[in-house]
Structure formats: structure tokens, C-alpha cells
């Protein structure tokens, strides 16, 4: 299990996540939804480590990480799929992938894998970075993170601007990493994408977790609390 327990961060003075407890387990898709600036991005950061916990702590199958760097996390099995998704644009899709077995070795993940994952990223394995279309370049994110063997994947609104074709494309690898046994926390605004895939949900309204629930008690309850929330200042 991955876990934040009363984890709070700071951006200079500003506190930006005050108090988050929030889980996810292998082979469970916990979905965190909220508004424009509610944290859901910070969250994923103090998951990574990116983000330097001013209170509480970080747990992972057991362990206090608090302490841990970035770079160590994701070599204990922990990935993010960032919103900019940072792909390489001088590089091919196929070095992009490439890039990531050099610092994590082989395991699990194999280029012949990820390409039956999503057979659009073997069709376009030569393509450079640059020429990517937005869902390419989406699910070469998830590849490249995949390729370094994570236990659990923090994927950061991966459906945001993409088609509907490609959304469903996207949501059916999602499916199927997850009953591979990965623990996923997704960060989604559209309830379209959880309403697939989450097994748990929680709400992140300014920093703080209002509402946690299932699909069941979800309902039309979750869209009306997400639509009745303030909107960030202009
Ligand atoms: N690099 C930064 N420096 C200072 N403040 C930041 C920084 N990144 C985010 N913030 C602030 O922290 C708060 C939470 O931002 P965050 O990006 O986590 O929200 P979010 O829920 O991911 O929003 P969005 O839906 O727009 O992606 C916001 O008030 C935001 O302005
Ligand atoms: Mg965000």
C-alpha cells in the first residue's frame, strides 16, 4: 500500500495541501478529483517525493519513506505520469522508452509489452517526440513510466484534451495495468474517466480531503460536489 498519512506541503509560505490521508493498494485505482488549484497535482508530487513534507508522513507496503528522494522512490516501485507529461521531443518514442530502462534496468516491462499495451506507440516508434499527437504522446507517458517497473502509478489527468477514441483507449490500458496488480492513484477533473476505473474515491477542495467514497455512494452526489465547489479566483 501506498499511503500519505496527515501529509501537508508548502509552496514557499503558501500552504498548499494541509492534512491529506489518502491510500491507494495493489491492483486498486484510487481516483482524486477537485477543481482548478484544489492540490490534486501537489498530492501526486508529495506521493513522488517531489514535494517536502512539512508535516505527517509517507508509507509505502509498510515502511516510513517519509525521507525519500524522488529518484529513490522510483526505484522502490513508485511512478508519475506528470500533467506536462515531459516527454523527450529530440528523442524517437522507442529512446524515449529506451531511456527509461537505462536507469532502471530490465524487469517486468518489456518494449514488446508496452507495445501490446498501446500498438499505436509500435506503429509510431520512430517518431520523434515533436511529432507526437497529444494521445501519443499520453500514452508513451505511460509507457515510459511503466518501463521502470512501478508497483504504483500516480497518473496526473491523462485524459485531459484528448479525443474520446483515445480516451477510451487510454481508460482500456488503465484497466488492464491495474489487473496487473498496480496500485494507481488517478487525478482526473471529468468524473467520465474515474466512473470507468475508480474503486475509491476522494474529493481535494483547497488543499483539504472533503469526501471519500465508493462507486456506490458516489452517484450523482460526487458531480454535484465537484459543481456546487467555489471556482478558483479569477
Ligand atoms: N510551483 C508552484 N509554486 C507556487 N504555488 C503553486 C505551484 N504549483 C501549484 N501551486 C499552487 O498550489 C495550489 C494547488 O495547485 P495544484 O497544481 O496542486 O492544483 P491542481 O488541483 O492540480 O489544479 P489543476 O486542476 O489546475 O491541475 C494552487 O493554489 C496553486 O496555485
Ligand atoms: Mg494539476
Known sequence: MLELRDAGACYGKAQALHGISLAVRPGEVTALVGRNGAGKSTTLKTFMGQMRLTGGSRW?????????????????GVALVPEDRQIFAGLSAEENLRLATLSHGTGPWTLERVYTLFPRLRERRQAQGTSLSGGEQQMLAIARALMTHPRYLLLDEPAEGLAPVIVAQIVQAIAEIRAAGM????VEQNLHVPRQLADHYALLDSGRITWTGGQDDAGDMLEEMLSGLSSPAA
Open 60 to 76: 509505502l507496503d509498510g515502511t516510513d519513506v517519509s525521507p525519500l528522494a524522488p529518484e529513490r522512490l522510483s526505484r522502490r
Open 183 to 186: 496500485g494507481i492513484v488517478l
